[in-house]
């Protein structure tokens, strides 16, 4: 499937702001978030209704409504924390696993040290959240072992991809649809994202 990438003048402008080195921590947070929402609207666009009964302050009508229930966002561990406000904000009630990977500095391989997923996970359609999309690694192993627990229905949300992890999912996982901020140039040697906007970890939790 060919990544969707996100094209709204709002969206271009919070980008800028997120980029910003001398953006602070707590307005670092808030765009996440805000950014979050542009993407789950987007995945969300898909989603399956069902008729409802509703009483307005005039009469009843029908409505529609999604299973809440039937989600489940799945961030990787640190960064994609700093996604979760802005799924709840959309979706309340929607469940919430996680999956904890971090990348070896000599290898720049993931390395998994934590996994939790709600039940029934193979019944449900799991959304894999992380800010950024640099080599792809933890994003494509963390597909991975959603898939070994029963996921069939899966998809990708992330603020800023690379050609090279856009390029390490689709290869490892074509059936997943990707959908993202904006497309970056690419890596540089250290596998950050260029432009980029630095370690998102670090900046969501002001821990550098």
């Given amino acids: 499937m060919k990544p969707i990438e996100l094209e709204h003048p709002l969206l271009e402008h919070k980008l800028a702001i997120l980029r910003d080195k001398k953006t602070g921590t707590k307005e670092f947070r808030e765009l996440i978030s805000e950014i979050t929402v542009f993407l789950c609207y987007e995945a969300m666009k898909d989603a399956k209704l069902h008729e409802v009964e509703v009483e307005t302050p005039i009469k009843k009508t029908k409505a529609k409504m999604i299973d ?33 990977l971090y990348r070896d500095e000599v290898t720049i391989k993931p390395v998994r040290y934590y996994y939790k997923m709600p039940k029934d996970i193979d019944k449900k359609q799991v959304i894999v959240i992380d800010p950024m999309l640099a080599t792809g690694g933890s994003g494509a192993d963390a597909i991975t072992l959603l898939k070994e627990d029963g996921a069939k229905d899966i998809k990708f949300l992330s603020i800023i991809a690379a050609p090279e992890g856009l390029e390490k999912i689709q290869k490892a996982h074509p ?26 970890g670090d900046r969501i939790f002001g821990t550098k």
């Fill in 68 to 100: 809440e229930n039937n989600y489940v966002f799945v961030p990787i561990l640190r960064a994609g924390t700093g996604m979760i406000d802005g799924i709840i904000k959309m979706i309340p009630n929607a469940k919430i696993g996680h999956i904890g």
């Fill in 175 to 200: 059936d997943v649809q990707i959908y993202c901020g904006t497309i970056d140039e690419g890596l540089n040697e250290e596998s950050y994202i260029v432009p980029g906007l630095g370690d998102a």
